[in-house]
């Protein structure tokens, strides 16, 4: 009797001791996989999530990596990351340079996806943020050699807005003008369609994640103008004109050219017209 | 101790070769005949099927989600389409039916490698014991859903997940998995027997749950014919399973396997040179029982 229950507790402390050997083991592997999934989290700076993607954190719990975009993308350009690839195994990504989004306006992928990590609030395939163009080698862009190209500007789908031309002087030659693309990320969607078409050896104009391709102003930042735009008046010190210490009839406007000394208008033996001045200078000698 | 050079000699001359083999076959043409139809889109443009075993799209109209993955992405805080919630009612459904292993044993492709390690351990007669529990899979379970809700960034099992993974790859592209299939078929094949799906997996713990009420079950109705040749127990990747209902005659046990552990693949039926499995409903009955419970009721009427 006494024999059996000894066996039993030898049992117990047995099924104890392998449950928290289990226990600890599975915790380990969980601790394992918790570290690497950050490292696994990362990716390569030319890979593109498809249209509608959600913020890669949200996307990573979202995609069950199905790959149903990838079938339904009538241009073939999603890939699902292969182990060992640089991105979350199993989840779909784009490279623009040898494969953009061509902007589907029914965006197959995302009406694909089964779990809403392409977010099907988007309807618009304008809309779509997959990442932002930046002209990132002002280098070598021909453009900035005075050279006409253009053909970012050109194949843009969303033409004259998310890629503008900004004409400037070129110093150079002295009398040419440069034709600067300009990338506007309130318009761009981040196909990569101009990244694929940059005619160099390397692309000049490059898609990248938004969160790589833009600066974030810090969120205590206000600007003056724009502030005072929106409650009608400055908000730090109110506008007062300024005094100058200036004898009577002298007044001071930059915008109206310096010091204005009042009724001297009148007295100035120069016309309004400088051809006049000149004219009426040889006329009188 | 079975004889593994005649493991099987018996079924065969008893039944031959076909009736000895039937479900394995038959388990074979189902996992091959899913990646088929997967691979008929990429490989010859039919494209029947769309998608991979997390998700997928049958002539543009079925959709089939996986539930445990689905979970997984719930869990983390995902709200899914109405196509995928469909897909999910539909595969539960079928699993709650057939039995949730169901899906080990004829669809998983891991299957295919677990199998070949278990065969290749009987012919090379190795025997290196499993120092996990079986219970194992269950804490794995646990360990993948709780993941999705304490670090962000989401699925993490699914990051190395070697049953997605290898169908995945098959369909999408290998890459490196192969690494991770490789690793199971050694450790199936010198660490542990039935090492990976019988003691691990999360997937098959899933399914396991899903499909612990489920109708079809493999009974041991002719048990008396038993010869005790424990063949069964030797090719089950559960063989836990088949005591209670083989041997359980005398303490009244029903003859049908109720563990949800067992994956309903069959071998155990082809094996049996006495017929002695076969597949039937959860409450299956031998007719004889069936007579005889009659007669007694009628005796106790009477």
């Given at each position: 009797m006494s024999d059996s229950k000894d066996k039993n507790e030898l049992n117990r402390r047995q099924f104890l001791g392998n449950m928290l050997k289990t226990a600890c083991g599975v915790g380990l592997v969980g601790l394992g996989l918790g570290a690497y999934s950050k490292r696994a989290s990362t990716m390569p700076a030319n890979y593109i999530r498809p249209p509608g993607a959600l913020p890669e954190e949200d996307f990573l719990g979202a995609c069950i990596r199905c790959g149903l975009c990838v079938r339904d993308c009538p241009y073939d350009i999603l890939f699902l990351g292969e182990?060992?690839?640089?991105?979350?195994?199993?989840t779909p990504y784009f490279i623009a340079r040898s494969g953009p989004c061509e902007m589907c306006v029914d965006i197959p992928c995302v009406v694909a996806c089964p779990t809403n990590a392409l977010d099907h609030d988007l309807k618009d395939i304008e809309e779509s943020r997959m990442g932002l163009a930046v002209l990132i080698d002002q280098e070598n862009c021909i453009a900035f050699h005075?050279?006409?190209?253009?053909v970012c500007f050109n194949v843009c789908p969303i033409r004259n807005r998310a890629i503008t031309l900004d004409m400037q002087h070129n110093t150079r030659s002295g009398k040419h003008a440069l034709f600067i693309p300009v990338v506007h990320s309130d318009a761009c969607t981040g196909c990569g369609l101009c990244e694929r078409a940059c005619i160099l050896e390397e692309a000049a104009i490059k898609v990248f994640p938004m969160h790589l391709a833009k600066g974030e102003l810090g969120k205590h930042y206000r600007l003056g103008w724009q502030e005072k735009e929106k409650a009608g008046e400055a908000l730090v010190t109110p506008d007062t004109k300024h005094q100058y210490n200036l004898p009577d009839g002298v007044r001071y406007d930059l915008q109206g050219e310096g010091l204005i000394i009042d009724g001297e208008a009148e007295e100035t033996p120069f016309s309004s017209n400088p051809l006049d001045t000149l004219n009426s200078g040889f006329m009188d000698k | 101790m079975v004889d593994m050079t005649t493991l099987g000699d018996d079924a065969i001359a008893a039944k031959g070769w076909m009736k000895s083999h039937k479900y394995l076959i038959l388990r074979r043409i189902s996992q091959l005949g899913i990646l088929a139809l997967f691979l008929a889109g990429p490989?010859?443009?039919?494209?029947?099927v769309k998608g991979n075993l997390a998700s997928s799209l049958t002539l543009d109209i079925l959709p089939l989600t996986d539930p445990y993955v689905l979970l997984q992405a719930s869990l983390s805080g995902v709200v899914p389409e109405t196509a995928a919630i469909i897909g999910v009612v539909i595969v539960l459904a079928f699993y709650l039916l057939v039995g949730g292993r169901v899906y080990c044993s004829w669809?998983?492709?891991?299957n295919l490698v677990t199998d070949l390690a278990a065969w290749l351990r009987r012919k090379l007669g190795i025997r290196s014991n499993s120092q996990f529990s079986r219970s194992t899979r269950y804490w794995m379970l646990a360990l993948t859903l709780i993941l999705p809700l304490l670090v962000t960034g989401g699925i993490i099992w699914e990051l190395v997940n070697p049953v997605s993974m290898m169908f995945r790859g098959i369909v999408f592209g290998m890459g490196a998995a192969w690494v991770m299939v490789l690793g199971i078929f050694l450790f199936d094949l010198i660490v542990a027997k039935d090492g990976w799906c019988g003691h691990i997996c999360p997937v098959g713990a899933f399914y396991n749950l899903v499909g612990s009420k489920s109708l079809l079950r493999v009974n041991a109705l002719e048990r008396q014919a038993c010869n005790d040749c424990m063949e069964c127990y030797v090719v089950c990747p559960e063989p836990q399973v088949i005591k209670p209902a083989l041997k359980g005659e005398k303490q009244g046990?029903?003859?049908?396997?109720?563990?949800?552990?067992?994956?309903?693949?069959g071998r155990c039926i082809d094996i049996c040179a006495k017929d002695v499995f076969s597949y039937g409903g959860r409450h299956a009955k031998k007719n004889d029982d069936l007579k005889r419970e009659g007669e007694i009721s009628q005796g106790a009427q009477a």
């Open positions: 182990v060992g690839d640089e991105v979350a195994t199993g005075g050279l006409r190209c253009e | 490989w010859f443009g039919l494209w029947i669809v998983c492709p891991v046990a029903t003859p049908v396997i109720i563990s949800s552990d067992c994956t309903n693949c």
